[in-house]
């Protein structure tokens, strides 16, 4: 007998669609009903608790309100923490300044980053492979190898840039040409990026370079999405969701697997044969092998994991490093001749010392090193810094005497502090290029050598304190800083003398998206490549 149901289809799929109907409402519900991880002395900001629905309007809100209730809470609370919805849909409970060193001093079994990106970053889905990010030994190669190799990479940063840069701006001296700055800048932070993570030639092919780039922007798009997806749906929706991921994987691997495999014979072999001649690469492949090696971490030697491994560092390292130069472009163009004049500073440099490679010499880029800092400070993409979860299972007690519940995320609102007159200065709003450059002149006219490099160290561009955050700060701070400051100092010291900018007639605006304010995407500026004798 046909037994009739409403979608004409068989017993077995009318039962399935009204169970995932149940589902979902229950999901609904559960959305509606639970209660948010933020204990109840804790204000809200943005967030009307007496209206219906308060925490879900909040969430639709949070897209476009964040830059205002920011202000609100910043204004309102200032020694006080408050709670904050988010797009994501986890509230965030925002401590202020003075809570910094407090949240800082919580070991990693307590207070976690790691926990903190696997949930914000749908770690589960969308970097291939959970372990990425559960278990990131790939940031454990980079806080141990990266600073300390830095120095040595400089003349290979420095031929990169003007590979990347001649390519990218053109040579010609006679005609002006636009140029897309955020395009170009992409371009070449991705291959000066990987010059560092896998070598020539590899990191000039774009056939490998375009899938790093696209896996970046997979993971935001992965975990974007799975925000709004019911947890029980997570586990199939992710994997379906992180397919392309996979693809750009295995589009990246084709052509480090080869190099990985010929590294770790080559390490080997002149481990068993110390008379082979082999000197390995100074790149993240070899410095992973040798930690991995050193350590005893065998897993980590597969050729499989290493290839992996290599993805986030491009996450960690591509957009990061292209937005702020971006900004730091925008911001030093558009602001008053003196930061473009800053700029320059390089030539007299490179004149006396022939090349600008190295590390003493890039140590006197001190107007090129301010120009960044305060474009980081005030036109920084991240608005949210120091973002941690609560992993203790009962939780832990703020010094105001309530306490942060387990899974409750904990962060500070680095733009606010970064904007705020009484830490930064007068017109904290705006970008005043020698802002940090300044700041060690008293000690100059002294003339002490000692403290001139003390006090330099204090404000330079990788430097972080609870007043310039861009980098984070405590143990987990950006391990990658040291090779940003080189590469980013030697990309506007190499544009400075090698061109000549027209500068757009306004600095072209930045978009506030979430949490994130993104730089201007499709500007462009017009450049003329200086012949010798127009070089400054
Ligand atoms: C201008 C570019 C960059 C900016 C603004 C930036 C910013 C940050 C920030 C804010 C954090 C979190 C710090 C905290 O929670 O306290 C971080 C972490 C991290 N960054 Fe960067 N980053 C940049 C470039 C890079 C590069 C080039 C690399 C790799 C070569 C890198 C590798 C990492 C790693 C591995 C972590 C995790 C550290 C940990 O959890 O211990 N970053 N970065």
Not at 273 to 297: C, K, M, V
């Amino acid at each position: 007998m046909e037994i009739y149901t409403p979608f004409g289809a068989s017993w077995i799929s009318f039962l399935a669609t009204v169970s995932f109907c149940l589902l979902i409402l229950l999901h609904a519900y559960r959305v509606v009903t639970t209660k948010p991880p933020i204990p109840d002395d804790v204000p809200w900001v943005g967030r009307d608790p007496s209206k219906w629905f308060g925490q879900a309007r909040a969430r639709l809100a949070s897209f476009r309100r964040m830059p205002e209730w920011l202000f609100e809470g910043y204004q309102k609370y200032r020694s006080k923490p408050f709670a904050i919805s988010d797009p994501s849909g986890k509230p965030v409970i925002i401590l202020p300044r003075s809570d910094i060193k407090w949240l800082l001093d919580f070991p990693d079994d307590i207070i976690s980053t790691i926990e903190l990106h696997y949930e914000v970053l749908a770690g589960a889905y969308a970097f291939t492979d959970s372990e990425m990010v559960k278990e990131p030994f790939q940031n454990h190669v980079i806080h141990r190898s990266l600073s300390r190799r830095v120095n040595g990479l400089t003349e290979e940063i420095w031929d990169e840039i003007t590979a990347a840069i001649d390519e990218s701006w053109g040579i010609d001296t006679e005609h002006w040409k636009d140029v897309h700055v955020y395009n170009t800048m992409m371009f070449t932070i991705s291959r000066v990026s990987n010059r560092v993570f896998v070598g020539l030639p590899l990191c000039r092919k774009e056939e490998f370079l375009r899938p790093m780039r696209a896996f970046a922007q997979g993971v935001m798009f992965v975990a974007g999405l799975l925000h709004f997806v019911p947890s029980f749906l997570k586990p199939i929706i992710g994997h379906v969701l992180a397919i392309p991921n996979h693809f750009f994987y295995y589009r990246g691997a084709r052509y480090t697997v080869p190099i990985i495999k010929e590294r770790l014979a080559n390490t080997e072999r002149k481990e068993k044969d110390p008379s082979f001649r082999y000197r390995a690469p100074n790149d993240y492949i070899t410095w992973h092998i040798q930690l991995a090696r050193a350590e005893g971490r065998h897993q980590e030697l597969a050729v499989d994991r290493i290839a992996r491994r290599i993805m986030p560092i491009n996450f960690a390292a591509i957009h990061t490093t292209t937005f702020v130069i971006v900004n730091a472009l925008f911001d030093i163009l558009c602001s008053p001749p003196i930061a473009v004049e800053a700029m320059p500073e390089s030539n007299a440099t490179e004149r006396k010392e022939g090349v600008l490679c190295s590390r003493s010499a890039i140590a006197k880029l001190t107007f090129a090193d301010s120009c960044i800092r305060e474009s980081m400070r005030v036109s920084n993409f991240m608005t949210r810094e120091l973002e941690r979860k609560v992993i203790k299972k009962d939780g832990v007690r703020h010094p105001g005497g309530w306490v942060a519940p387990y899974g409750a995320v904990l962060a500070v609102d680095g733009h606010s502090i970064h904007h705020d007159p009484s830490i930064q200065g007068e017109n904290a709003g705006e970008f005043d290029a020698l802002r940090f450059h300044r700041s060690t002149e008293p000690i100059e006219q002294r003339d002490n050598a000692l403290d001139k490099v003390l006090k330099r160290r204090q404000v330079g561009m990788v430097t972080t304190s609870d007043s310039f955050l861009a980098f984070g700060h405590g143990r987990h701070a950006c391990p990658g800083r040291f090779f940003v400051a080189y590469e980013l100092k030697l990309l506007l010291a190499y544009i400075a003398m090698h061109y000549e900018m027209e500068p757009p007639t306004e600095r072209p605006k930045n978009t506030w998206f979430g949490t994130s304010v993104l730089p201007p995407m499709d500007a462009t500026i017009r450049v003329r490549r200086r012949n010798d004798e127009s070089r400054l």
